[in-house]
């Protein structure tokens, strides 16, 4: 047990052990009566032999007091040893009624690699578990892990946090150095105890070690112990997306795979499968170079609309959860195509939409709009000549935000309200000066799968008036998709919460340009149709969204939960709402990576997919001692470094708790001791037999 004291006296950690200088007697009684047998030799004449006994008398009985002195010394420095010596001092770690400990064991997915003959988290509970049981009974002990359990921050007794230890499991993301140290301090003044200790048991990965901007809390002393794990490569499935926004049933539709091998050596022949509702829909083989990524193309066919559950999977063990990517996929049985126009003829958008079984479409002015209503729009087109309501203007803003297209077409007196939201200013009166469109940002993602290629003569549209839009001071969501022969734009694209607004130079009146009836307008038109149709995110990252759009805004009375996939677990969530959206708000992450079900008033609606974050699939872990280099250089006080070699015993943890280290020397002295004995008698008995 730990002997608390604060003046330098030598103590032992297992004094029984000295009884054993009893056997100092040994040696002293063999050499005090020396049971040798004497062979008795007869001369005629000794005289010549009294000069040589008078000479070797005295270097005889020298030589027998090194020895026994040499014996002495190694039987007492032996027995010291044993008996682990140390001197107490202020350094040694103390203990007591008003000491608090803070365990932190870092239970992220990292540490359930291999690290010796267990895993690393495994290591790190033993550890904590052997570290606590030698601390004074009498100290408090707090738990700190990933999750931040408030259950885990009150002072508890050893036999209390020991039985909290022993439920940790690594399955949480990792998190900054800097979070868990402000959070020992928060629990340190709460408590107020006289000495604040903090073990940390971790990996240490490179990711964590943040440490900007903290308040240094210099009465906190850090005992610091690396876990490292033995294998430093991994190969993982970084992300999903798919070729197209637009998903269709019985159409094939392509899904892309990047997978990184973060590893020295090439992967070879890794098997990637892919299962749609736990049915597997295609495989492929592939080979990856060192250090390096790979995009692969998979293929899924989807027989009906609703949601579906998929994942990407691959085999690399040791380190297996970053192996799995999940994603669901929301096919909607039609394209909800709203366009609000004050025309009194047929719009081309209707002679595009009206007659395709894939869109349903719907033509109304502007008084005519049932805001309410718009959410259920995939895309809505504005076709007025006027200015719009500035109500109607909000709700758009609002609908955007919430992940809907709005696609404006130019009008005689422009939107302001809606303007000012997109940071663009457009001219009052048109620019009358004719000419064309010259370029199309093909490299854009809005016209991937657009166009294969094209030509240096494209026919584009030719423009007989247009209105200058450009982008307001401070304005960086908004890019020029198609551009002017005079440098003008022609159609803009701006970004705007989940969504997104275009904007167009000109209306759709044929005595403005001959957009309508080139071939440029239907796919330009039909890909804005298919964004808003792809409102939901594939998949989310548990630790960083926080939001998750609902397929459809809340009544005031409905109840919404969220469930896993097996039922184990049921949450009623926060929720947010604006006019024309509802959101789930994540304070707390979900517990794990799977498909979790949104149900309102106990009726499904749609189905998410959540991932564990890829920051820790990177194998790169800081050293110890640079981790002491850094808290050091912040102003932390680093009581001790542990490394695997004071690890081996449990005796070996006491030490370390005690900075014993003293019975490394007292070994030093039993060989010294030894050896001396052995040089002696072996090199002194030549020396007298030459000299006879």
Known sequence: MLNLHFHFTMEFLYPNMLFGLIALAIPIIVHL?????????????????????????????????????????????????FARPYFSSEKSMQGGSETLVSVYVDNSMSMNAFSGSSTAIGEARRFAQDFI?????????????????SRHEYPMNRTEIRSFIEQIEANTQFVPLKNILERAAVIAEKHNLKTHYLLFLSDFQQQMLDLDAIQVDTT???????????????????????????????????????IVNDAPDEVKGLVVRLEINEKTVATSNIDIDANASKEIQMQFDLPKSGFYEGKVTINDQPIVFDDTYYFSLNVKPIIKVLEISDSKTRSPLAALFDDDDLFEYSCVSDLQVDLQSLPDYQVVFVNNSKALPATTQQ???????????????????PNELLNNALKLRVEKMPDNAPTRV???????????????????????????????????????SSVELIRLLNGNPFLMQSEIGS??????????DTRWSGLTE?????????????????VGKMAYTIGRDKNVLLERKLNGSEMVKITDKN??????PQLQQNENRSWIQFIDAVPSAGFYSVFIDNKPIQTMAWNDDRLESKMQFASVENVAKILSEKGYHVHTVLTNQNLNTADDMEQILNKSYLWKLFVALALLGLTTEILILRFWRTTKQEHL
Not at 34 to 59: D, G, P, Y
């Open 518 to 534: 080139n071939a440029l307008f239907v796919p330009v038109v039909y890909k804005m149709a298919f964004v808003g149709n792809h």
């Open 33 to 81: 009566f020396n049971f040798r047998k004497h062979k008795v030799v007869l001369f005629s004449n000794i005289q010549l032999l009294k000069n040589i006994q008078q000479q070797t008398a005295k270097t005889n009985k020298l030589k027998y007091l090194l020895v026994l002195a040499m014996r002495l010394l190694f039987i007492a420095a032996l027995v010291f040893a």
């Open 395 to 413: 709700f758009l803003i609002d609908y955007a935000h919430g992940g809907g297209v709005v696609c404006l077409f130019a009008a005689n007196e």
């Open 499 to 508: 969504g997104s607004v275009f904007h167009f130079a000109v209306p759709l």
């Open 133 to 149: 049981q030698k601390m004074d009974p009498s100290s408090k002990f707090v738990l700190l892990t990933n999750d931040f359990d």
């Open 567 to 572: 039922n184990n677990l049921e949450l009623i």
């Open 220 to 258: 906190l002393q850090i005992i610091l112990k690396a876990f490292v794990p033995d294998a430093s490569s991994n190969s993982y499935i970084d992300s999903c997306w798919l070729a197209t926004p637009v998903l269709q049933q019985g159409i094939s539709n392509d899904l892309f795979v990047n």
């Open 438 to 476: 010259n370029s199309i940002v093909s490299t854009h993602p809005f016209f991937e799968n657009i166009f294969v290629k094209i030509p240096d003569n494209a026919d584009f549209p030719l423009v007989q008036s247009h209105y200058r839009i450009a982008k307001q001071q401070g304005s960086s």
